[in-house]
């Protein structure tokens, strides 16, 4: 009898076993009815079941590892009808390809939390990243009447932005040259504009834009702080639509339509999105602005984009895009600069037939060039410029298995850097290089229960150095319960490009590039006077993070995340140089003669998060603490980003009947930042006549004797910013917006900069009224 029973338990066991292994593959794509757009982090689950996922940047799902039998797909979304089909799997390793489209909703509906979403932040690490699309974008008060990206971003956790002009984006102790900024791939050298209050990229045509601010996964690799992953839209796939705006900081364009429309729902065809965007900030303010101190705002920039799309009937794609981004900003009394962006290139995904990997990839170039002239009345005059340019591409492989994932990919770099800059000892200091870099990388999302393991690998060759990188990095969730999640990631980067720029800038506006030495020093001195040999010449950090998620009812969550990162070799230029690097200097050590030296730091902090949706109220509060310091083998100092306190308050509020107005304010108050402080002058002699020269009679510059590096405080920084926006429906395809904007409610003297020579005090913008109209049709 015993013996009986053990054969019918293993045939039931078996037979369990074989139906598991009896299921195939659900997967397609979702896009919306009206433009034909993919349709992103859309909820896809089988009705009745616990087969869930969310949408990708391009509309894409892959339930994997379904049992035969019959099915209803449901995609479903907020504000959006629920698209349904019917699926049947009818054998083993079946795939079932196909399209729902959803459209917008004329009923509201009270805000519901879909089961897919719950079971995505369960079955996902999403350590350390914002997913951001231009509906939260445009929660954002609509400084200069128009919301932008750069806005939006300076509310994030970890990130602080250095101000009203001039601003730059750091991330989490990573300065503005650590951060690898990606627009469909394609590398971006500089994504902000002089005045921080603009991105080079239109909101109106971004899909997405997804911010890791540390713990990335080796699928992205070359930065050492934190990537931006921006991607845009196809076109509308039906008709010929766009918007035309103007505010009284510039004006913008945008149109997109078919090329080839589908002939049927879901059948192949050809789009095109085209932007442009221009400011006249430096003539408006003329006009407007007449109480901001001179120079006014003497700005101006012009951003253009183009993208054709084609799209295959089963879901594949590929497109073709370029851009050309320009800046000029001229202050008298400190110095001019400019730049000039532009590039090109393709990308793809393919679906292929009878597999359930999906592929991606792309090919693209870049190039930047910036310079800056310094006022012939500034002290240390220091002319500079630099370019790069380059190409990158790669392919990348997904593989879906269940709530398992593994990915796979390789990419190449290749690019030249020309640098030229003068110091204020009048040493020049120039390089120009050719760089090529060589990765791989593989990692896997593996699902264990309530545990959550995300382990990757990337091997980097950094060719002009003849050096690998070897990188693990490792991301874990662990569901305590339903709604509680802790969460860490820990790994190795590096990169070889770093920063032309000067800690000692009065104006922090030149943005230049350099790639890294093969000369520097053999040895760097520690903090304790020991030395240590590198091993190489990258720039290299570590990251740990470590953080939970609660959910505390279905609208209101909280995220907190500490973190600690070991900038363990960092590359920058040597403010020390006194002598040329040659034999006849042999003798002279290397902190003073070499072009660049060998820092070392660290950045840590904790940033709280806590985030209120709910019908026509969205309220976003996020508190930053931080503390950066470096190591130059000499001493010890904080950079200019280091800034102790970051508060950011910002809410938004739809009302009226038919919910056509809205109101949206934000209110930021930072601890201020480090400076150099100035603490007497001098008569500087070249000491470049004959030999002959006397000092006694020789009229020298003014030269400036400065304190200690960044040891100054700037005051604090604070700014409330409110904008009132009205939608007026012309037609159901027409639509006007007029915005009224107030940037710095109560006109808070933020200080920009003191001129060192006359000490005179220049303040970031001050109350600021704007008005913005828009039409979209």
């Known amino acids: 009898m015993p013996l009986k029973r053990l054969f019918v338990s293993l045939v039931f066991l078996f037979a369990s076993v074989s139906l ?55 995609a479903t979304s907020i504000g959006y009808d629920t698209a349904t089909a019917s699926v049947s799997i009818e054998k083993a390793n079946q795939i079932q390809d196909f399209k729902l489209f959803i459209s917008e909703s004329s009923i509201e509906l009270e805000t519901v939390t879909i089961s897919a979403e719950k079971q995505e932040a369960q079955t996902t690490v999403k350590m350390s990243v914002t997913k951001l699309t231009p ?75 997804d911010v890791y601010t540390g713990g990335f996964s080796a699928e992205y690799g070359g930065r050492i702080s934190s990537i931006m992953d921006i991607k845009t839209k196809d076109g509308n796939k039906q008709r010929i639509s766009g918007k035309v705006g103007a505010t009284t900081f510039g004006s913008d364009i945008l149109l997109e339509g078919p090329i080839s429309k589908p002939k049927t729902q879901g059948g192949g065809s050809k789009s095109f999105i085209i932007s442009a965007k221009t400011s006249y900030m430096d003539q408006s303010s003329e006009k407007i602005y007449k109480h901001i101190d001179d120079p006014g705002l003497p700005y101006n920039f012009t951003d253009l984009y183009g993208k054709v799309s084609l799209n295959g009937s089963n879901g594949s794609k590929v497109n073709f895009f370029g851009f050309n981004f320009m800046d000029e900003v001229d202050y008298p009394d400190v110095a001019a600069f400019e730049w000039n962006q532009y590039g090109a290139g393709t990308n793809f995904v393919l679906i292929p037939a009878r597999s359930t990997t999906l592929i991606d990839g792309v090919i693209a170039y870049t190039s930047y060039e910036t310079s800056a002239i310094e006022a012939e009345e500034t002290a240390d005059a220091r002319d500079r410029t630099s370019l790069i340019n380059g190409f990158n591409a790669g392919m990348n492989f997904t593989n879906f298995n269940g709530n398992n994932e593994s990915k796979f990919g390789f990419s190449i ?8 800059f003068t110091n204020s000892v009048q040493q020049v200091i120039q390089q120009r290089e050719n760089t090529t870099e060589i990765a791989g990388y593989l990692q896997y999302k593996l699902n264990f229960g309530k545990l959550v393991l995300e382990p990757s690998f990337r091997l980097h060759y950094y060719a002009s150095l003849s050096t690998f990188s070897p990188e693990p990095r490792i991301g874990f ?107 006849a200097n042999s003798e002279v050590p290397d902190v003073l003669k070499k072009d660049f030296i060998v820092e070392t730091g660290d950045a840590y902090g904790i940033d709280f998060t806590f985030k209120y949706d709910r019908k026509n109220w969205s309220l976003y509060a996020v508190y930053s603490w931080s503390k950066v310091e470096r190591w130059d083998g000499i001493q010890t100092y904080y950079p200019i980003f280091d800034r102790r306190h970051n508060v950011n308050l910002v809410g938004s509020y739809t009302f009226g009947e038919d919910l056509l107005w809205t109101v949206d304010a934000r209110w930021n108050l930072g601890s201020g930042f480090p400076l150099t402080q100035t603490t007497g002058f001098y008569e500087l002699l070249s000491f470049q006549g004959a030999l002959d020269q006397s000092y006694v009679s020789e009229n020298g510059d003014l030269g400036i004797r ?5 040891n100054g405080r700037l005051p604090y920084y604070h700014r409330f910013d409110i904008s009132l926006k009205r939608k007026f429906v012309i037609s159901e395809r027409s639509i006007l917006d007029a915005t009224v904007s107030v940037t710095n409610v109560y006109n808070r003297e933020n200080i920009f900069y003191v001129n060192r020579v006359t000490a005179e005090r220049v303040n970031q913008l001050p109350i600021l009224p704007s008005v913005g109209v828009s039409w979209t049709f």
């Open 135 to 209: 509906k939260e974008i445009k929660k954002m008060p609509a400084i200069g009447g128009d919301p932008d990206l750069a806005q939006y971003l300076q509310v994030l956790p970890g990130v602080v932005f250095t101000g009203d002009q001039g601003g730059q984006l750091y991330i989490r102790g990573g300065s503005p040259i650590q951060n690898k900024v990606l627009l469909d791939g394609m590398i971006i050298y500089n994504p902000f504009h002089s005045i921080g209050l603009f991105s080079v990229f239109d909101t109106d045509i971004l899909r997405t834009a």
């Open 413 to 420: 770099l290749g690019f030249t850097t020309d640098f030229s």
């Open 20 to 74: 598991l292994a009896q299921s195939g593959s659900v997967r397609g794509f979702v896009y919306m009815e009206e433009t034909g757009e993919p349709a992103i982090y859309v909820n896809v689950y089988l009705k009745g079941t616990t087969y869930g996922t969310t949408t990708d940047d391009n509309g894409f799902f892959n339930l994997t590892k379904v049992p035969i039998g019959n099915y209803t797909v449901m």
């Open 477 to 583: 969730k662990y569901n305590i319960t339903n709604n509680w999640r802790i969460k860490g990631a820990a790994g190795l980067y590096s990169q070889n490009l770093l920063s032309a720029t000067s800690d000692r800038d009065v104006v922090n506006l030149f943005y230049g590039f350099l790639s890294g030495p093969d000369n520097l020093q053999e040895e760097i001195t520690n903090e304790d006077g020991s030395t240590t040999r590198l091993e190489d010449q990258l720039q290299k950090a570590r990251h740990l993070i470590f953080g939970f998620e609660y959910d505390i009812t279905r609208n209101f969550d909280i995220n907190i995340e500490g973190y600690y990162k070991w900038f363990t070799q960092l590359t920058n230029v040597n403010r020390n140089k006194l002598y040329e690097d040659n034999a």
């Open 706 to 710: 400065y304190g200690e590096l960044n």
